[in-house]
């Protein structure tokens, strides 16, 4: 008789562990949705603060929906996250840039930052910088070092003068940023060094 009262509360036993895994699975695939959800209705707010935000710069709403779209495109195949890369280009435009121009550029600018999102936020304010400027700055290009881009050495390259003596010249102020953009180019086009600098720098 005990030994039937012992193998029915190990079945019951079994049963009340089988039933708390199935509960445990539930309360699992509950909290999985609710971040889900979570996660939709944060990222739609996102979507929805970036596109006014950018509507109130372009003064268009459709420039600013298509503006949102490039860059979470751009976010979908490259280490950075979308919030991130629209910061960066809120800051190229406050800085006097185009809409267009900033999104191009800061593909090129995300491949010299190798994916890196901190590296990204202080070459994009020394190129933001230097696009108010118009020129290059001592500040901007020990900023631009300082994350392993020499725009001087593209321009020497280029220009078959050496990086000492654009050095020299950068002090007069003739250093242009379209100079500073054009090693950029440079330094991102296929067989230069930061070529696909993005994606190469996120593996």
Not at 23 to 49: C, F, H, L, P, R
Not at 188 to 198: D, L, M, R, V
Request: glycine share 8%; aromatic share 10%.
């Amino acid at each position: 008789g005990l030994n039937s009262v012992d193998n029915a509360l190990g079945n019951f036993a079994k049963k009340l562990t089988i039933a708390a895994a199935g509960i445990y699975a539930v309360k699992k695939a509950v909290e999985a949705t609710v971040w889900a959800i979570s996660g939709s209705i944060e990222a739609a707010a996102q979507k929805e603060d970036v596109t006014t935000q950018f509507k109130v710069m372009l003064g268009d709403l459709e420039a600013a929906k298509y503006l949102y779209q490039e860059i979470n495109q751009y976010a979908a195949v490259s280490p950075f996250e979308t919030a991130g890369l629209a910061e960066n280009v809120k800051l190229m435009m406050s800085f006097g840039m185009s809409a267009k121009d900033a999104f191009d550029d800061l593909k090129k600018l995300g491949d010299v930052a190798l994916g890196d999102q901190n590296k990204m936020n202080r070459i994009a304010l020394a190129y933001a910088q230097t696009k108010a400027a118009g020129r290059l700055t001592g500040n901007d290009l020990f900023q631009y070092v300082n994350a392993g881009f020499n725009p001087l050495e593209y321009i020497a390259k280029k220009t078959g003068k050496s990086a000492d003596y654009w050095k020299q010249e950068m002090t007069k102020g003739k250093v242009s940023f379209d100079m500073v953009r054009q090693a950029f180019i440079d330094a991102t086009s296929e067989g230069g060094k930061f070529y696909n600098g993005a994606l190469e720098g996120s593996k």
